[in-house]
């Protein structure tokens, strides 16, 4: 079966660096998403991993590797308002859908 | 520009009852995705929608879910003799084609008692 990975709470220290592991086994691959979503809130886009790397965009990195089915996302400087659930999807076989993890609660404090 | 839009933003029905769920894609964005949400869940996909071509309708849970986009724009979701198991938060994507990221409205919370 298709499956994803992810811790379901991690805590953090405001200023600090956190990162969120993602593993995943799917059927295929053809990109790798992360999506921020405040309590209450819809999704919003973050990244885009399709190639082995590290793709940076301010303080949010995201880390592909394609080998291993693991990608983390990076946040630094972490601020409050980072205080989220971290989706963490893969685009498998087909070109549209998405399977979707269950999210990283992530805490930050003061 | 306008993002996606959803109405209603929350629906409370009692079993048995139909409800409808409305989306208002971004404007030239071609993929229309509905999703479910329950409470401390990943997303759960329902139906796919891409310009004129037939729907992916392999994630309704049951025959009871059905959906139509009009005019390549705007979609309803329609759930008919609700359950109590139906109760989550449907969220409704679009994407300016199938292989770019998707960008989702505020979503509907229904509540079925």
């Known amino acids: 079966g298709q499956n994803i990975d992810q811790p379901t709470e991690m805590t953090a220290t405001e200023g600090a660096i956190v990162q969120i592991n993602c593993t995943y086994q799917?059927?295929?691959?053809?990109?790798l998403f992360w999506y921020q979503q405040h309590a209450g809130e819809a999704p919003t886009f973050l990244s885009y991993n399709v190639l082995d790397g590290l793709e940076e965009k301010g303080r949010f990195s995201s880390f592909l590797s394609r080998s291993k089915g693991y990608s983390y996302l990076l946040l630094k400087e972490l601020q409050m308002k980072d205080s989220a659930s971290y989706l963490c999807a893969v685009r498998g076989d087909s070109n549209y859908q998405l399977i979707w993890g269950a999210g990283t609660k992530l805490i930050i404090k003061p | 520009g306008a993002g996606v839009s959803q109405s209603p933003s929350n629906k409370v029905t009692e079993k048995g009852k139909d409800v409808e769920l409305r989306c208002d894609p971004i404007s030239g964005h071609t993929a229309l995705y509905w999703y479910r949400q329950s409470l401390g869940q990943g997303l759960e996909f329902l139906i796919y929608?891409?310009?004129?071509?037939?729907?992916?309708k392999s994630g309704l849970p049951s025959d009871r879910f059905s959906a139509e986009r009009t005019g390549g724009s705007v979609s309803t979701l329609t759930i008919q003799r609700t359950q109590q198991e139906d109760s989550a938060v449907y969220l409704c994507?679009?994407?300016?084609?199938?292989?770019?990221?998707?960008?989702f409205g505020p979503g509907t919370r229904l509540t079925v008692t």
């Open positions: 799917t059927s295929g691959f053809n990109g």
């Open positions: 994507a679009s994407s300016l084609a199938r292989i770019y990221e998707q960008y």
């Open positions: 929608f891409q310009g004129n071509s037939a729907p992916d």
